[in-house]
C-alpha cells in the first residue's frame, strides 16, 4: 500500500458505518501517549537522538497487523509535500504538530485508517483510536489492547505512583486523551451552548473546534475531550466524558423538537436556503460552506430532506477543506480559486445524491 489511498479518499472506511447516537455524535476518539524508557523525550531530545525511535517502529510495525486494524504503513514526514502532510491533517491521521515535522518523524496508519500511530511528535508515540459514533467503553477497550500490542516490543516510560511518564506534564498520568466530536446545531442556534460551555470546563472537560487545540469551532461541529490525565483511572475519567456527553445529547436533541414545534417554518426555510447555497453557488468561503453543510445535516435529522445520506457532512466537510481541495485540483491554489473549487465539488457531490 501507498500514501495514495490514504489522501485520495475524504471519508475514511471506518466513516462509512453507523455508530451509536450518530445523529449527534460523529465520532469517538481516544489517544494514548507513551514514550520509551531508554531515550530522551522529543521535546529535548537531539535529532540524532529520536532516529532509533523511528527505526524501532519502522522495523517492528510496518506492514503488521494487530486485529481487524490491517496492514499499518509507516510514511516518513520527510517524504511529504506539504499539502500531503495538510491532507491527513484535515482527515485527522495526524496533527498540525506532527505536520511541522520532517526528519526522523513519521506516522503508522491502518488500512483502514482507524488507527495511526504519530511518532516523535510531542512524545515519542501518540496512538489513536477512531470509532464512528458515541462509543468511548469500546473504543478505550480497543486502544488498551493495542497499547499492549505495541508494548510487547517497547519498554514504556512509566512510574508506578505518577503514571506515564510524558513530555507535556498535562498528559502524566494515563496519558490519555479521550474525545467525542459532535454536531450540536440546535443548542448553538438557541444560543444554549455558549452557556453550558463554562459548565462543563468545570467538570475538568474541555470544548474545542474540530482539529483539536487552537482551533476554530465551525459548522456547529465541537469536540469534547478530558483535561485531567493524573489521578484518576481511564475508567473514570471516560465514564465522566460518557455522562457528559449524553447530557449534550438529550439537551441536542430536545433543542431540535422545540424549534420543529415552535419554529417549523424559519427551520425549514434555513435549511432550505442552504440547500439551496449548497446546490447552486458558483462561490462558497470555507465558513458559509460549513454553516451550510450543519444546516442541511440537521434538515437531514430532522426529516426534511430524505434524499441525501447523512455522511454527507462529514464527507464534504473534509472534501472542501484548502489541502484536499488542492490535492483533488493537483496544483497549489488561490484563496478564491479554493472558494470556486469548493462550490463546484459540493454541487457535483450534491447531484450525484439525486
Known amino acids: 500500500m501507498s500514501l495514495q489511498p490514504f489522501i485520495n479518499e475524504a471519508i475514511s472506511p471506518w466513516m462509512k458505518e453507523e455508530g451509536p447516537d450518530n445523529d449527534i455524535v460523529m465520532s469517538t476518539r481516544i489517544r494514548l501517549a507513551r514514550n520509551f524508557e531508554q531515550y530522551p523525550f522529543p521535546i529535548i531530545a537531539k535529532e540524532q537522538e529520536l532516529a532509533p525511535v523511528v527505526s524501532l517502529m519502522k522495523n517492528n510495525y510496518h506492514e503488521q497487523s494487530f486485529d481487524k486494524y490491517q496492514d499499518l504503513q509507516f510514511i516518513g514526514m520527510e517524504e511529504l509535500r506539504p499539502v500531503e502532510k495538510r491532507v491527513l491533517v484535515e482527515k485527522h491521521l495526524i496533527s498540525p504538530q506532527l505536520a511541522e515535522k520532517a526528519k526522523n518523524s513519521g506516522v503508522l496508519i491502518s488500512e483502514n485508517e482507524q488507527v495511526s500511530v504519530m511518532i516523535n511528535e510531542e512524545d515519542h508515540i501518540r496512538m489513536q483510536l477512531y470509532f464512528p459514533g458515541l462509543q468511548l467503553e469500546n473504543a478505550l477497550t480497543q486502544a488498551f489492547l493495542f497499547d499492549d500490542w505495541l508494548e510487547e516490543k517497547i519498554d514504556y516510560a512509566f512510574e508506578e505512583t505518577r503514571g506515564y511518564l510524558t513530555s ?7 496519558g490519555m486523551r479521550a474525545s467525542v466530536m459532535m454536531h450540536l446545531p440546535a443548542l448553538t442556534l438557541t444560543q444554549k451552548m455558549s452557556k453550558m460551555i463554562p459548565a462543563i ?44 456527553v449524553e447530557k449534550l445529547i438529550e439537551q441536542e436533541r430536545h433543542a431540535r423538537l422545540l424549534l420543529v414545534e415552535q419554529s417549523e417554518l424559519r427551520l425549514e426555510d434555513r435549511v432550505f436556503r442552504s440547500y439551496g447555497i449548497l446546490k447552486y453557488s458558483r462561490i462558497l468561503e470555507s465558513k458559509e460552506a460549513a454553516t451550510c453543510l450543519s444546516d442541511l445535516r440537521l434538515g437531514i435529522d430532522v426529516g426534511y430532506i430524505n434524499n441525501i445520506s447523512k455522511t454527507i457532512l462529514n464527507e464534504l466537510m473534509i472534501l472542501t477543506q484548502p489541502g484536499f481541495l488542492q490535492q483533488n485540483a493537483k496544483e497549489t491554489l488561490t484563496a478564491s480559486e479554493r472558494d470556486i473549487r469548493r462550490a463546484s465539488i459540493i454541487r457535483e457531490r450534491l447531484n450525484s445524491e439525486n
Do not use: K, W
Request: with cysteine; net charge negative.
Open 168 to 174: 507535556c506534564p498535562t498528559n502524566v498520568g494515563t
Open 201 to 244: 470546563n468545570q467538570l475538568g472537560l474541555v470544548v474545542r473546534g474540530i482539529y483539536g487545540e487552537g482551533s476554530e469551532a465551525v459548522g456547529n461541529i465541537v469536540q469534547i475531550s478530558n483535561q485531567v490525565t493524573l489521578g484518576r483511572s481511564e475508567l473514570d475519567i471516560i465514564e465522566d466524558l460518557q455522562s457528559v
